[in-house]
T-cell receptor, first 107, second 113 residues
């Protein structure tokens, strides 16, 4: 069964801190997605990766295929980064989602 | 920038009624998806659709659910006889390829009374 676990479930940090969110999955993947869900409910794709590392602005995503583990990092965090971050594993034509990490950045 | 749109944004219906949720995917995308999120829970896959056929569906997607691409632009999710437990946010998504970055619509909040 394809399971996706995220940690931590909740994370509160001060503005400027370096943030790490972890994701582990149980079965091999075609691609691993990182998504951001805003307080209003909308979902935005941040990254899709199947190996190595990707960077977009202050966000960095890494994946270790052998360990079935991915991390999302946010450098110089800002209150506008406050959202739920969701890891999702794409395989067999469907996404399996983690429960999300609720990130709150305090000014 | 192209985006996925969904209508309505909020639908209230009585238990047992049929509802149709509508989505307009990004125009050059070929793969389409429906997901749902019950309040306070994680997002769940419902169905994937490609080349006018269902590619994959979850256990949630039973005989009460159907999807259709009635023309070149719309992608619909029909729930034939709604139940209280169908109350959720329903998201449509599309991608150009598979696996591919998925672009999500803003969601339709379905409330079944």
């Amino acid at each position: 069964k394809n399971e996706v676990e995220q940690s931590p479930q909740n994370l509160t940090a001060q503005e400027g801190e370096f943030i790490t969110i972890n994701c582990s999955y149980s079965v091999g993947i075609s691609a691993l997605h990182w998504l951001q869900q805003h307080p209003g409910g909308g979902i935005v794709s941040l990254f899709m990766l199947s190996s190595g590392k990707k960077k977009h602005g202050r966000l960095i995503a890494t994946i270790n295929i052998q360990e079935k583990h991915s991390s999302l990092h946010i450098t110089a965090s800002h209150p506008r980064d406050s959202a739920v971050y969701i890891c999702a594993n794409f395989g067999n034509e469907k996404l399996t989602f983690g429960t999300g990490t609720r990130l709150t950045i305090i000014p | 920038e192209p985006e996925v749109t969904q209508t309505p944004s909020h639908q209230v219906t009585q238990m047992g009624q049929e509802v149709i949720l509508r989505c307009v995917p990004i125009s050059n995308h070929l793969y389409f998806y429906w997901y749902r999120q019950i309040l306070g829970q994680k997002v769940e896959f419902l169905v994937s659709f490609y080349n006018n056929e269902i590619s994959e569906k979850s256990e949630i997607f039973d005989d009460q659910f159907s999807v259709e691409r009635p023309d070149g632009s719309n992608f619909t999710l029909k729930i034939r006889s709604t139940k209280l437990e169908d109350s959720a946010m329903y998201f449509c998504a599309s991608s150009e390829g598979t696996p591919g970055e998925q672009f999500f619509g803003p969601g339709t909040r379905l409330t079944v009374l």
